[in-house]
């Protein structure tokens, strides 16, 4: 990124809320009117969600508004449930686009009727080539193309070829219309472009009523002109196809004319940011299904408990360049964390347990108070249940220590949280010599957390009564590919064997279970959790949305 684009994103501006800017300014329009144009063949994923709060925060900024418009013009790969999806995805991410809902497909009898006028004014012809002819003929970027033989066809003759294509007559891949344009150009996307091909399949929306379906460089522009788009913004690699973009609206009566813009794609490490790759590990079997917490899709991510606003925060941070680059999952990652911490309440669940007995402690039990959030009195406080029997986390205590392990020992003393200080005294293992208890005794003068004589302890665990904590299922998600960039040739090969991790003793504090809420905690010491849906009455299960440091950077550090 240069320094000035640097500048710009830190004033959340980029150069096409400059662009826009200017023109609103110079009077070239009386209103700002974007759109989001997802084909319906897969769920959106994070790298739509930066080209969603972009054009959707445009409109928003500069009091315009933002069309939601399938660009439904594959019916062989397309269904009505991804279309459900995509407006769930976008309505959660925080966007309204109103009554402003629109299909490509509305348009296939007007897009037909501008077809034939191209047919008329001499600009399109009908290619009875075979696809592997076309493809040969088309030249390379050093060897211009060759016209086809079918080039000359008369007016007549076309529109009569094209009429009887409409009527179903000929079998896929028979013949396309194409724009007569130039096949010397020296951009391929202008040698005499397919602007309708042959399908005789079942649409979500028209049915069988079509056998012949427009490209997407056809109803593109052409749908935004109808629409009265304005700024029609996509990712670069449509950069090459603006000057056909252009010789369509230039050729038709349109009654816009809206223009094109390119921004850089979204490419995120460790992460494919591809619908057809993600349709792979769906139809393979790699992940559980679209929202599966592990994928990058907005749904995956919802579902691993991550709030709209972080990724509405993740987008603003990353900006909105004019070159291709690849962002660091960490960024991501930081933005989780920068709003759960505000808004996670604090709870305590152990993970892997280890149950400590504290023999000095008499009595029923008893309950000690634990606050919600620590910088929010507001969230007020709740009443944690303590007694001789809980648990503690595996990893907080050691046998024999290292030096710098502040944390149980045989002998040492720490705190547990809102209880009191206690002291290990001894060990108890099974026949393969692994601990299974640890005896302690308390100090009941530190009620609270607090020695009155003054005495320090290195380290404060968290813990939760045996008696009364709930066993869950507790899911921790790592990275899907090992690779910073995955080749998505060959994606399958380079999934993490450990994307998944299932820990099935974890114990809850009761508070988890008693509100129910989809809302993501912070599990003390450990990271953000959230309930996920396959949590039955009884049987809760939680999903680590993030850790709650950057321990993946260090983990790629050490290889
Ligand atoms: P995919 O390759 O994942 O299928 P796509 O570009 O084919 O993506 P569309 O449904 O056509 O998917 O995309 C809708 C809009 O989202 C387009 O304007 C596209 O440019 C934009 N978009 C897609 N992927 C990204 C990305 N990684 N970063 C930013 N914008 C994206
Ligand atoms: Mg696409």
């Not at 974007?34 to 994070?46: S, V």
């Not at 709030?307 to 933005?335: H, M, Q, T, W, Y």
């Not at 968290?462 to 990275?479: F, G, K, M, Q």
């Amino acid at each position: 990124m240069s320094v000035a684009e640097k500048v710009e994103q830190e004033a959340g501006r980029d150069f096409i809320r400059d662009i826009v800017a200017a023109d609103l300014q110079a009077g070239r329009h009386a209103g700002v009117v974007t759109r989001f144009p997802p084909e319906p063949n897969g769920y959106l994923h994070i790298g739509h969600a930066k080209s969603i709060c972009l054009n959707f925060g445009i409109a928003e900024e500069f009091g315009g508004r933002c069309h939601l418009r399938f660009d439904d013009t594959n019916p062989t790969k397309e269904e009505q449930e991804y279309i459900d999806a995509i407006q769930n995805d976008v309505a959660w991410l925080g966007f309204s686009w109103g009554k402003h809902l629109y299909y490509a497909s509305d348009y296939f009898e007007r897009l037909y009727e501008w077809a034939e006028l191209l047919i008329r004014d001499g600009k399109a012809y009908v290619d009875d080539q075979s696809p592997e002819e076309m493809r040969i003929a088309r030249g390379t970027l050093t060897e211009p193309g060759k016209n086809s033989p079918f080039r000359g066809r008369t007016v007549e003759e076309n529109l009569d070829l094209f009429r009887r294509m409409r009527a179903g007559e000929f079998e896929n891949g028979a013949r396309v219309l194409r724009a007569k344009i130039d096949m010397a150009s020296g951009n391929i996307n202008l040698r005499d472009p397919v602007l309708y091909r042959i399908l005789h399949a079942h649409h979500p929306r028209t049915g069988t009523n079509w056998k012949i379906y427009p490209s997407y460089d056809y109803a593109h522009g052409q749908s935004d002109a109808i629409e009265g788009i304005t700024h029609s913004i996509c990712t670069l690699e449509f950069e090459d196809h603006r000057p056909l973009y252009d010789w369509c609206i230039e050729n038709l009566p349109v009654p816009s004319r809206p223009r094109q813009y390119e921004f850089a794609r979204l490419n995120l490490t460790y992460t494919v940011l591809s619908k057809r790759v993600l349709n792979g590990l769906v139809k393979g079997g790699h992940v559980s299904g679209w929202d599966d917490p592990r994928m990058p899709t907005i749904a995956g991510i919802r579902r691993r408990g991550v709030p709209a606003a972080a990724l509405r925060d993740f987008v603003k941070r990353i900006g909105v360049a004019k070159a291709n680059s690849l962002v660091d999952l960490g960024v991501l990652e930081f933005s989780i964390r920068e709003v759960l911490n505000k808004t996670a309440l604090r709870r305590m669940a152990v993970l892997k347990p280890l149950k400590v007995v504290i023999e000095n402690y008499e009595g029923p039990g008893e309950e000690l108070e634990a606050i919600n959030h620590p910088d929010d009195p507001a969230a007020g406080t709740r009443q944690i249940k303590f007694g001789r029997e809980i648990y503690i986390e595996q990893d907080d205590f050691m046998e024999n220590p290292p030096k710098k392990f502040f944390r149980l020992s045989p002998g040492t003393e720490v705190r547990l949280r809102y209880a009191y200080f206690v002291t290990c005294k001894s060990v108890i293992k099974d026949a393969a010599g692994n601990v299974t208890e640890l005896r302690c005794t308390y100090d009941p003068a530190t009620r609270g957390g607090n020695a009155p004589d003054g005495r320090k302890v290195k380290a404060t665990i968290h813990w939760v009564s045996a008696e009364h904590s709930v066993p869950a299922e507790v899911r921790l998600y790592n990275p899907l590919f090992t690779k910073p960039e995955p080749d998505v040739a060959n994606f399958a090969a380079e999934l993490n064997p450990n994307s998944l991790e299932v820990l099935n003793g974890a114990r809850l504090e009761p508070a988890l279970i008693a509100d129910n809420s989809p809302e993501a905690v912070q599990f003390e010491r450990q990271g953000y959790f959230t309930r996920d849906k396959d949590s039955a009455p009884g049987k809760p299960v939680f999903n680590r949305t993030v850790g709650l440091r950057d321990t993946f950077a260090k983990e790629v550090a050490k290889g």
